[in-house]
């Protein structure tokens, strides 16, 4: 380890600062461009100790995790909440145009939908029992430490203020010291807790689990590992006006905001559509609002989030018929013949993108597509497979819905 004074040319692509050496790129996490800073270096990973010159562009950091200084953040759940918001949501909209250019694709990008603080219904928290109290919080960075949060400004006020019931239902399903992960959703009945990780419980520990729950105000559920262990409500949430109950750990989109944006955006680009393909669908975040104008055919690998889905289109009067594929897009994506079918396709898969299912899509005559994306890499090259098939691109909105952090949401249009 040495320690140098270097200046800081740029943010890298998950928000460290970057110094250029003779012997390569310097990662340097909270420190901000422009900045001379001294750090403790091994190899090409920088600690940050002190700055020489701070940016015009820090801020001080909005949580006490953070860090107090916003030099070393200890909780591991934000890593730009130094940087202030012009400069920040530029950077995020500048990871998309960069990650098109990667891939010879220059449309105009729009703006960043913007994020707000308290915004979060959706959050994974760390856990681990200690011989004195129950940690709940997030790993520091590069770490298995869990910083135990008392505060936590991207969080809703809802989740922020059942902190103390969270943490009871964490330590009577806790069996031993090692960690775990426990998905908090806030939903319209209550708080939707899932919890992973736990081998087995007891029987005496299941009857303390619902003893806490039954106990505590404004919890709906609790499951483990995907068994529900008690539910108080069933967990509902409002999917542009259609009620929805997601299974134990559903993946639902982090805020509201951003889905509400994504969804207006999606449902605008698939316009009057009549014949609509809903690729990676979930429980039916963009199928339940596109069948209050068309057909829609919502294909997802997840058999109890396709059965939530087809239980709320069946119960929801005023939609046209949605019908459910449980299929692998990944393994079996659909092909070009079976997507004569239909006008429009909306795709919105994991991080890893949807390269095949693309490959199909590139032989097909829709006529319309919508490409949602939490990975702007992998959308980029998904992009460029239909690019050079004739599509061309149209509006391109990037949405943070993961404040203070790298991540970003990409929407895309795409016309044959």
Known sequence: MSTETITISRLGAQGDGVADSAGGPVYVPFALPGETVAVARVKNHGTLMSITAPSRDRQAPACRHF?????????????????????YRAFKRQLVIDA??????????????????????RVVFAARR??????????????????DIEECPIASAAILARLPAIKAVAQALATSA????????????????????????????????????????????????????????????????????????????????????????VTEHVGNAKRIADLFAGAGTFSLRLARTGRVHAVEAEEKALQALDHAARMTQGLKPVTVER??????????????????????????????????????????????????????????????????????????????????????????
């Open 67 to 87: 860090g107090p200084d916003g030099l070393n953040g200890t909780c591991g759940g934000c890593t730009l909440q130094h940087y202030a918001d012009a400069p």
């Open 100 to 121: 098109l250019r990667s891939k010879g694709l220059t449309p105009e990008v729009d703006d960043i939908i913007p994020a707000a603080p308290g915004e979060r219904r």
């Open 130 to 147: 200690t011989e004195k109290d129950m940690l709940i919080g997030f790993n520091q960075a590069e770490s298995h430490h869990i910083v």
């Open 178 to 265: 090692e960690p775990f992960r426990l998905t908090v959703i806030e939903t319209a009945a209550g708080l939707d807790l899932a919890a992973d990780g736990i081998k087995s419980l007891t029987d005496a520990q299941r009857r303390r689990t619902v003893e806490t729950v039954l106990g505590t105000k404004g919890i709906a559920r609790v499951a483990l590992n995907g068994e529900i262990l008690v539910e108080h409500q069933k967990p509902i949430i409002d999917f542009g006006g259609i009620q929805v109950s997601p299974p134990p750990g559903a993946f639902t989109q982090a805020t509201k905001q951003a889905e509400d944006a994504m969804a207006a955006l």
């Open 327 to 416: 299929r692998d897009l990944f393994r079996r994506p659909l092909m070009a013949q079976e997507l004569k079918a239909f006008d429009a396709v909306v795709f919105d898969p994991p991080r890893a993108g949807a390269e095949f299912q693309c490959k199909e899509l590139a032989r097909s005559s829709v006529k319309k597509i919508v490409a949602v994306s939490c990975n702007p890499l992998t959308l980029a090259r998904d992009l460029a497979i239909l690019v050079e098939a004739g599509y061309s691109i149209g509006k391109v909105t990037p949405i943070d819905q993961f404040l203070w952090t790298s991540h970003v949401e990409v929407v895309v249009a795409l016309q044959k």
